[in-house]
């Protein structure tokens, strides 16, 4: 079993809808929840960070973790196709040296259709 | 203004070349790191950089040389590489990390490294 596991998609969903993106770990160590974006070509953008369990809001964005069931979502309102673009879930421990050690997904990609 | 700075953003060489590739921030981060991410893939962990010593080196061939000459900056020096190392390589950085949250892992653009 990987560490962390996210459906690769593609995910096509019409404009306006709201999208929910998932990502299960096993490894009880995690602290640390990301989501990033990343459009064709271009490096991931942070789009909401998290470390406890619970709800996060940040406009359109809504991020919840669920570390009881070791599961964390990304939903997007009024989903734009500015939205299309691959959406990562990366998690961390506390690496060497404060560092982080960052556990990605494979990375969903959602293509928003106007 | 949370900004990681990479160069050249596209570089082709051959395989007996050298180069290197550069990265800056200037968000007074301590720990700064390098991945590579081949296509439609999640990006792979090179090597980080925490307090400007080498804290981790994820096996990675001696083909691919880090350096951090001060806080701000990161250079990969690439030589004698094969066409399989054609990759996004990525920059990231992040302030010292401390339990309880705080601040997180900023990439760059990224660098697309194309080895003939």
């Known amino acids: 079993q990987k560490e962390v596991e996210q459906d690769p998609g593609p995910l096509s969903v019409p404009e306006g809808a709201i999208v929910s993106l998932n990502c299960t770990y096993s490894?009880?160590?995690?602290?640390?929840f990301m989501w990033y974006r990343q459009y064709s070509r271009k490096g991931p953008e942070l789009l909401m960070y998290t470390y406890s369990s619970g709800n996060k809001e940040d406009g359109r964005f809504t991020a919840q973790v669920d570390k009881s069931s070791k599961y964390i979502s990304l939903f997007i309102r009024d989903s734009q196709p500015s939205d299309s673009a691959t959406y990562l879930c990366a998690m961390s421990v506390i690496g060497g040296a404060g560092s982080y050690q960052l556990t990605f997904g494979k990375g969903t990609k959602l293509s928003v259709i106007p | 203004d949370t900004e990681v700075t990479q160069t050249p953003k596209h570089l082709v060489m051959g395989m007996t070349n050298k180069k290197s590739l550069k990265c800056e921030q200037h968000m007074g981060h301590r720990a700064m790191y390098w991945y590579k991410q081949k296509a439609k893939k999640p990006p792979e962990l090179m090597f980080v950089y925490s307090y400007e010593k080498l804290s981790i080196n994820e096996s990675v061939p001696s083909r691919f040389s880090p350096e951090c000459p001060n806080s701000s900056l990161l250079n990969l020096h690439l030589h004698a590489l094969q066409p399989e190392d054609s990759a996004l390589y990525l920059c990231?950085?992040?302030?010292?990390?401390?339990?309880?949250?705080?601040?997180?892992?900023?990439f760059g653009e990224g660098s697309w490294l194309t080895v003939v």
């Open positions: 990231a950085s992040s302030q010292e990390l401390r339990t309880g949250g705080g601040n997180t892992i900023y």
């Open positions: 490894n009880s160590a995690f602290q640390y």
